[in-house]
């Protein structure tokens, strides 16, 4: 089965700077490509996606990119603020989704 | 839309105890799936529903759980006996299709067995 790894497991940033989350996948079925904000208390909330056949997308202060051929994807914040401290989830979907460990993400004011 | 709800929102029981988790998905969502959170396991798929049919279930840690979809608005998740081990946050999530959707998760069931 689909296995997603996600590093790194905690970040910390300083207001305005940007934060990159990593994550590799092992099923070359897999074509879609989720990420997840959790705040405290909460369930993950789908923040942006990205299908195999882009490279990359862009909301915003957010964007996504994804390398098929090495199997790797990204979530790049800009312009990080406060309200973007949360743990957040890489997932790659085949038949079901799999979901990578989570990153724990601090801005710091 | 009210999203995806889940009741209750906390439950402690004592060990040995029968648990049932409920969750309604969104109206018009037809996969259902059920996660489990712990801070050594992070987020694992327990089991989910297509059409109200179960599809995988091998993520069930053991005989003990259970889970029952009747209908397109309803699903359970049911412990019996419960132990201390599956004190978790248990989520439910529905999408449209299974596949190649974003799901949208409940707020969760925390669950404490002591």
Known sequence: ????????????????????????????ASNYFPWYKQELGKGPQLIIDI????GEKKDQRIAVTLNK??????????????EDSAVYFCAASANDMRFGAGTRLTVKP | DAGVIQSPRHEVTEMGQEVTLRCK?????NSLFWYRQTMMRGLELLIY?????????????EDRFSAKMPNASFSTLKIQ???PRDSAVYFCA??????????????GTRLTVV
Request: with cysteine.
């Open chain 1, 1 to 28: 089965g689909e296995n997603v790894e996600q590093h790194p497991s905690t970040l910390s940033v300083q207001e305005g700077d940007s934060a990159v989350i990593k994550c590799t996948y092992s099923d070359s």
């Open chain 1, 51 to 54: 299908r195999s056949n882009v």
């Open chain 1, 69 to 82: 051929t090495a199997k790797h994807f990204s979530l790049h914040i800009t312009e990080t603020q406060p």
């Open chain 2, 25 to 29: 998905p969104i109206s018009g969502h």
């Open chain 2, 49 to 61: 529903f297509n059409n109200n049919v179960p599809i995988d279930d091998s993520g069930m840690p």
């Open chain 2, 81 to 83: 006996p419960s132990e």
């Open chain 2, 94 to 107: 529905s999408t449209f299709a299974g596949q190649g959707y974003g799901y949208t998760f409940g707020s």
